[in-house]
């Protein structure tokens, strides 16, 4: 069997909905199971709605529904029994604003998963409208994590039970399902790190043991670079899993950061096709060796560096390192790039802005600690001396270093 996953924009209007089921309807010679993502930038839109804590929400969340409401509306012409499921979800989002929940992160995923369950509602019901044997099914109940909102680990071994019992439905049924979204042992939703739909597609292929995964995206595959920041970037045929594991890490959004590990654990390859043209062969991701490849340029915005000095002149040594590296494992966040002296520890993260200067102030209690945030990291992984010499002369540096195989240069936004 084989595992799909459509990104928002693959999801984004009627006509791309409709695309979408040409491309299933393709590939229907042995079972499927599709991952659906939230539609366009809906989950954009409901973090914003997050982001008014106590102020008045209701015209936005109209927006939210009433965009969906307008595919509905496309798909399957006015009054169609979706909407009534859509007021119904929409009732839901409102109560849990009122709530006012003090866990913001609990708040989060009980409230931004939804944009999922809208998508996959929508997908399925078209599916089913053209003939299609789908059936939807509730991820929640097949993948169980911990209760870490917003960054849940997930439980394996219960997991690998509840989903392999899917086996035997595939063999008559196109599965539908929800990316990025687990619920926790005491029901709660839990959701698995911003844009992990293509990491949900991972869980269900590995504990399916899947012939492969495909990414369907609106690239023509793994490229060099961002082509939007770099014109001239040029698509990879292949990969290796530890390449693309590389890649993720340095911040490459092009897979989510956790997909490699589960797949590369059964072999089970990775294609990146593109949506917008399925004839294209996009690139393969696998077990292999490609000799001589080109550098990966990867541009990560929104950093931050925090510096931490001790305050009586003592050198940095392991134990403040840990007081540290414990500090961030707490808050489940992860470092980008490290750099010391005798007397200063610093490293560069993703600005969460909350949870950051949470950080800042635990540190604060043992160290002198000085930060600063808009900041772009560029790593440029396998470089040549071209590539070497163009990067490392950049203006504004913060901080710059290398490796054999990699520069990384901070700099001022």
């Given at each position: 069997m084989r595992v799909f996953k459509f990104g928002g924009a693959s999801v984004r209007n009627a006509d791309a909905i409709r695309k979408v089921a040409t491309i299933i309807k393709s590939y229907t010679d042995q079972p499927l199971l599709v991952v659906v993502s939230a539609i366009g930038k809906t989950t954009n839109a409901l973090e914003q709605l997050l982001s008014l804590k106590n102020q008045p929400f209701e015209k936005e969340l109209d927006e939210i529904i009433n965009y969906h409401f307008q595919i509905v509306d496309g798909l399957f012409g006015h009054h169609h029994e979706l909407t009534q499921e859509l007021t119904g979800i929409k009732s839901h989002i409102s109560a849990l604003l009122k709530k006012h929940l003090s866990n913001t992160d609990e708040l989060y995923d009980q409230i931004v998963s939804q944009g999922e369950i809208i998508a996959t509602r929508i997908v399925s019901t078209y599916l089913i409208t053209i003939g299609l044997p789908a059936l939807w099914i509730d991820a929640r109940k097949y993948i169980t994590t911990?209760?870490?909102?917003?960054?849940?680990?997930?439980?394996?071994?219960?997991?690998?039970?509840?989903?392999?019992?899917?086996?035997?439905?595939?063999?008559?049924?196109?599965?539908?399902?929800?990316?990025?979204?687990?619920?926790?042992?005491?029901?709660?939703?839990?959701?698995?790190?911003?844009?992990?739909?293509?990491?949900?597609?991972?869980?269900?292929?590995?504990?399916?043991?899947?012939?492969?995964?495909?990414?369907?995206?609106?690239?023509?595959?793994?490229m060099s670079a961002d082509p939007k920041r770099l014109p001239t970037a040029i698509i990879f045929e292949e990969l290796p899993f530890k390449e693309a594991a590389e890649m993720t890490y340095y911040g490459a959004t092009v897979i989510h950061p956790k997909t490699i590990k589960p797949l590369a654990n059964r072999n089970i390859p990775l294609f990146v096709k593109s949506f917008d043209n399925i004839d294209l062969p996009g690139t393969r991701i696998h077990e292999c060796k490609v000799n001589d490849l080109p550098p990966l340029i990867v541009f990560k915005d929104n950093q931050?560096?925090?510096?931490?000095?001790?305050?009586?002149?003592?050198?940095?040594?392991?134990?403040?390192?840990?007081?540290?590296?414990?500090?961030?494992?707490?808050?489940?966040?992860?470092?980008?790039?490290?750099?010391?002296?005798?007397?200063?520890?610093?490293?560069?993260?993703?600005?969460?802005?909350?949870?950051?200067?949470?950080?800042?102030?635990?540190?604060?209690?043992?160290?002198?600690?000085?930060?600063?945030?808009?900041?772009?990291?560029?790593?440029?992984?396998?470089?040549?001396?071209?590539?070497?010499?163009?990067?490392?002369?950049?203006?504004?540096?913060?901080?710059?270093?290398?490796?054999?195989?990699?520069?990384?240069?901070?700099?001022?936004?």
């Open positions: 911990d209760s870490t909102f917003r960054e849940a680990k997930v439980d394996w071994d219960q997991s690998i039970i509840q989903i392999q019992s899917l086996a035997g439905v595939l063999d008559e049924n196109i599965i539908v399902t929800q990316g990025f979204i687990g619920s926790a042992q005491d029901g709660l939703t839990t959701t698995l790190g911003r844009e992990g739909s293509d990491f949900s597609a991972a869980i269900f292929a590995s504990c399916l043991r899947a012939e492969s995964v495909t990414i369907w995206k609106d690239v023509p595959g793994v931050c560096l925090i510096s931490c000095q001790v305050t009586d002149y003592t050198f940095i040594d392991e134990s403040q390192i840990g007081i540290i590296f414990n500090a961030l494992s707490a808050r489940s966040l992860k470092v980008n790039l490290i750099q010391n002296s005798a007397i200063s520890f610093s490293f560069c993260l993703d600005f969460k802005e909350e949870k950051v200067l949470a950080l800042i102030e635990e540190l604060g209690k043992n160290f002198e600690v000085y930060y600063n945030t808009d900041l772009t990291l560029i790593t440029i992984k396998n470089y040549d001396t071209e590539t070497f010499n163009k990067y490392k002369g950049q203006k504004d540096v913060v901080i710059e270093q290398s490796s054999r195989s990699t520069l990384q240069v901070l700099i001022k936004s």
